[in-house]
Structure formats: structure tokens, C-alpha cells
């Protein structure tokens, strides 16, 4: 079984920065991409991040410009830089493992998540 450990998410005022880290451990299918959605009260997880193991990236439009998604292949962790935060940034926070169809990661194993509170 694949784990997902997320760390880093905590509160900041908007145009503050935070770093999510997301630390793979255990065995599971063989992912070739990882990446980040999050989910806001009342609303949809969504899509925000993700790269593949040739470190191609992919931004959800609302992130692009403000959030870089980075790895470390050998320590199996993903990071989500997040700059210039703003209150519509608010939201759980979710890692994921996946299968890349069609250029875009499919999920196939989630972390728990960690909360990240961006106050005006």
C-alpha cells in the first residue's frame, strides 16, 4: 500500500507564502506522476499541480505564476511552492500518486491532507 504524508500547510495572511511537502512511502502501483488538488468548503476538489518523472508540470489557471510543484525522486517527496497567497487559495490541501493518461495524472492514491488558511 502506497502512503502519502502531506506537512506544511498553516495559516499566512494573503500575499504570504507556504511550501507543501508530500513524503511516498510503502509500496503501490508503479505512479509515474504525483501532484497536488485541493478542496474548499462547499466546493469540488480540484486540480492544481502536478509533475511527471520527466518533470513536465501542469498548473491549474487560478495557481499559474504563484505556485511551482518541484520533486525529489530520490527522497520520493513533492513539494508545492505557494507565493502570493490569497483568500480564494483557502482550501484543504491533498497529495496524489497517479498514472499519466493523456497528459494528465490520474489519481490513484491520496494523503490525507493538510489545511491551508489564507486570511485577508
Known amino acids: 500500500q502506497l502512503q502519502l504524508k502531506e506537512s506544511g500547510g498553516g495559516s499566512v495572511e494573503s500575499g504570504g507564502s507556504l511550501k507543501l511537502s508530500c513524503v511516498a512511502s510503502?509500496?503501490?502501483?508503479?505512479?509515474?506522476?504525483m501532484g497536488w488538488f485541493r478542496q474548499a468548503p462547499g466546493k469540488e476538489r480540484e486540480r492544481v499541480a502536478a509533475i511527471d518523472r520527466n518533470d513536465e508540470t501542469a498548473y491549474a489557471d487560478s495557481v499559474k505564476g504563484r505556485f511551482t510543484i518541484s520533486q525529489d525522486t530520490a527522497e520520493k517527496t513533492v513539494y508545492l511552492q505557494m507565493n502570493d497567497l490569497n483568500t480564494e487559495d483557502t482550501a484543504i490541501y491533498y497529495c496524489?500518486?497517479?498514472?499519466?493518461?493523456?497528459?494528465?495524472?490520474?489519481?490513484?492514491?491520496w494523503g490525507q491532507g493538510t489545511q491551508v488558511t489564507v486570511s485577508s
Open positions: 510503502g509500496y503501490g502501483f508503479s505512479s509515474n506522476c
Open positions: 496524489m500518486a497517479g498514472i499519466s493518461v493523456e497528459g494528465r495524472c490520474a489519481p490513484g492514491y
